[in-house]
């Protein structure tokens, strides 16, 4: 962005022509007023409250054309003296757009001719719903739909209702003045069958999706409903569950804290409250972010986070996992993280430490059915840590290469992850990884070149019961997509593009390799598994069509005989036409290929080979803004060479909407339509599941946009 004195001098030169002067400033009789006390008067809005969309009126005394070609308009040191026209003596400003709610500066400084900049009026414009509140607005997007079944045939059971109806609605609203803010937004979900809603048969037909409240004071901030807490850690990740939290804030420093209860195993619906009345689904913590360097405070950022919860045992604990299993574990976590930027942003370092206590079984289980847990069916907590190290380097950030920007990265990472590190607030997180990978990425005019070298051991600490592997994954990716320069005829349109449109080219190879390191399980060291993918894809883009062809070629062996060896190949061809102005042709072809080994004794699985195709058609046809209808075709064959599956299945789907009312601001809009659906599957190995069913739906939906 130019600066303020770059700005004035460009204009300055602007209105030096007159041209810009007229249609910015008044132009008024030549009654000279004093050039050195003359002063512009800010005339108050209707109630004294400027809207977003409100006009900002100054009236100026009467000056020459000298004057008034000198004088410059900014409103947040924006320059913006070439949205501001004439009435009368009055100058108005009409911006293109709303203006935020809030407090803005306007500013007019005359360029006087010995370059000095005389300031000739600031004023605050504040930005306001109204008297009462800076900010108050509520907004809502409702969609209710309304389906009757007029035509069926051998429908599987149960047969659904010949009537059905569903909805949602999306609310959001703010109100603020002060210093404070209070804001919220939820989703309402709603069905004739209570089924499909959260709460199930037990609910009623409305139900409540996910929702958040929050509340701003200065430095505090309040949250209640489903959000996420701190940054993204090796204890928290991906856990966005419903609960409240409370925190302060520097906006100067950046520094923060921040506590926070929230439920374990998420919830939805009008249920559980908030979802902290449960203290045995409940996770509780604190997280600190402050940034230690004062007067650089990008350069260091330091996270700190504590938290217990307690919650029904997750698949993939250690001891747990069974269907039905409703045990409840316990787990601590820390963690600290550290983030910083060197040598001009050119070098980041980022570390993490994290350390858990985890009860994989809480009190314990009852194994032997008598309702009593013994000390042998009660694990002990188990204590694990991990951490996380990342380097990456930009060697330069304004770098040109045959006048092209050059730009090129690359890094390292190690990550440790205990046997027994567990978080409650993570789910889903892995553990038994050591990892080491290097990576480095160049882009440079149409290129673009990505590369990581990674490899992975699992089982870190020392358990010699059960086997040690590593696995070494190499990844690249290159990718070719021109920028057609294109010049501008005489007559100002553009050239045709070339004959093979706008490319796009991605190549990308994976291999893995893994291997026994260490004996055990039955496993002896040596290979284990070797999976090779190379996948090629084209896309080419034209001004009213564009087609994608991709083929992908991979290789799985296992080198015990555990698993058969694999050899696949894929294609896939799509393409989208736009035929005038009213219809548009989609279609599409996947096919694949893959051949089995046979399987050494004790196995006895023959070589065979599966092949699929899945192909499809999709029309569209815009009959008018109001008139629309689709139609789609998709087929899909799935066969073995050994006769073991023969399957056909084809899939129709059939629209035809008619807009009877658009929805507009207040208005809400109605849409009729008429939807078919006709579904063949044909299994001939297996014919008792044979289908073969259509059904014909008329449906009203109504939809509504309303903003308050």
């Known amino acids: 962005m130019p600066s303020r004195k770059t700005v004035r001098k460009r204009l300055v030169a602007h209105l030096a022509g007159g041209a810009c002067l007229i249609a910015a400033f008044v132009i008024v009789p030549r009654v000279h007023a004093q050039a050195a006390d003359w002063k512009p008067e800010l005339i108050a809005p209707p109630g004294n409250v400027y809207g977003p969309n409100d006009p900002i009126r100054l009236r100026l005394p009467a000056l020459p054309v000298e004057v008034l070609q000198t004088l410059a308009l900014e409103l947040d040191d924006f320059d913006v003296t070439d949205f501001v026209s004439s009435d009368g003596r009055m100058a108005v400003l009409t911006l293109p757009q709303p203006l935020a709610y809030g ?60 009537e059905q109806w569903n909805g949602a609605a999306q609310l959001q609203g703010a109100v603020a003045d002060g210093n404070w803010r209070l804001t919220g937004q939820a989703d309402l979900l709603a069905s004739g069958e209570r089924a499909v809603l959260p709460r199930g048969e037990e609910g009623g037909h409305i139900d409540l999706g996910s929702f ?53 195993a998420d919830v939805i619906g009008f249920q559980e409250g908030f979802g902290i009345g449960d203290s045995g689904n409940r996770t509780d913590g604190v ?3 402050f940034r230690p360097l004062s007067g650089a405070t990008d350069a260091l950022y330091v996270s700190a986070t504590y938290l217990r919860g307690e919650g029904p045992s997750q698949s993939g604990d250690i001891g747990t996992g069974i269907v039905g299993d409703t045990t409840v574990v316990e787990g601590r976590a820390a963690s600290v993280i550290a983030d910083g930027t060197l040598l001009e942003r050119r070098l980041r370092l980022r570390g993490e430490y ?66 027994f590190f567990r978080s409650p607030a993570n789910p889903i997180g892995v553990s038994d990884r050591e990892l080491v990978r290097g990576f480095t990425g160049v882009n440079w005019s149409a290129f673009d070149v990505q590369l990581s070298i990674g490899r992975e051991r699992d089982n870190v600490n020392d358990l010699p019961l059960i086997a040690q592997t590593e696995t070494a ?8 997509a021109p920028q057609p320069a294109y010049e501008p005829l005489p007559d100002g349109s553009l050239p045709p593009p070339s004959w093979y449109g706008q490319p796009l080219l991605n190549l990308s190879l994976i291999d893995v390799d893994q291997d026994v390191v260490r004996a055990g399980s039955g496993l002896t060291p040596g290979a284990l598994n070797k999976v090779r993918t190379l ?46 102005e009213r219809w548009t042709l989609g279609p599409s072809v996947q096919w694949s290929r893959t051949d089995e080994s046979d399987l050494p004794p004790p196995f006895t699985v023959s070589a065979r080979r599966l092949e699929t195709l899945t192909a499809g058609l999709n029309v569209g046809y815009l009959h008018s803004d109001r008139v629309s209808a689709t139609l789609g075709y998709n087929l899909h064959r799935s066969d073995a060479s050994d006769g073991s599956q023969d399957v056909r299945t084809s899939d129709v789907i059939a629209n035809v909407a ?51």
């Open 103 to 162: 407090e803005h500066q306007l500013r007019l400084v005359e360029n006087a001719p010995d370059g000095s900049i005389i300031e000739r009026g600031v004023w605050t414009v504040s930005v306001r719903k109204s008297a009462a509140f800076r900010e108050a607005e509520l907004q809502a997007a409702v969609t209710l739909n309304a389906l009757y079944r007029i035509a069926d045939d051998d429908l599987p059971e149960p047969v659904p209702k010949r």
């Open 212 to 264: 958040l409240l929050g509340y701003e004071n200065g430095p505090v901030v309040a949250r209640a409903g489903h959000h996420s807490i701190g940054p993204d850690s090796l204890i928290m990740s991906g856990f966005g569950r419903r609960g409240v939290s409370l925190g302060v804030q520097s906006v100067r420093t950046g520094a923060a804290a921040t506590a926070f209860s929230l439920r374990t």
């Open 287 to 289: 997280t600190f972010t």
């Open 354 to 419: 994290a350390a858990t206590r985890f009860d994989f079984d809480g009190g314990g289980r009852d194994l032997d059915g008598d309702n009593i847990i013994e000390s042998h069916e009660n694990l002990a907590a188990e204590r694990d840590d991990a951490y996380h190290a990342l380097v990456t380097f930009t060697p330069w950030h304004d770098k040109l290469v045959g006048g092209q920007p050059f730009a090129w990265n690359l890094g390292v990472e190690n990550k440790r992850i205990g046997t």
């Open 473 to 480: 994954q190499n990844v690249l990716s290159l990718t070719y």
């Open 535 to 580: 996948a090629l894809t084209a896309s080419f883009t034209y001004p009213t069509w564009s087609w994608t062809l991709g083929h992908t070629i991979g290789k799985s062996e296992n080198f015990i005989g555990q698993a058969p060896d694999t050899k696949t190949d894929a294609s896939q061809l799509s393409a989208s036409f736009r035929i005038g």
């Open 658 to 708: 008619w807009t009877v009312v658009p929805a507009r601001e207040m208005r809400p809009g109605l849409t009729l339509a008429l939807d078919g659906q006709w579904h063949d599957f044909d299994d001939r190995v297996s014919t008792g599941s044979n289908l073969n069913h259509y059904q014909v739906f008329l449906r009203a939906t109504v939809s509504w946009l309303p903003t308050w």
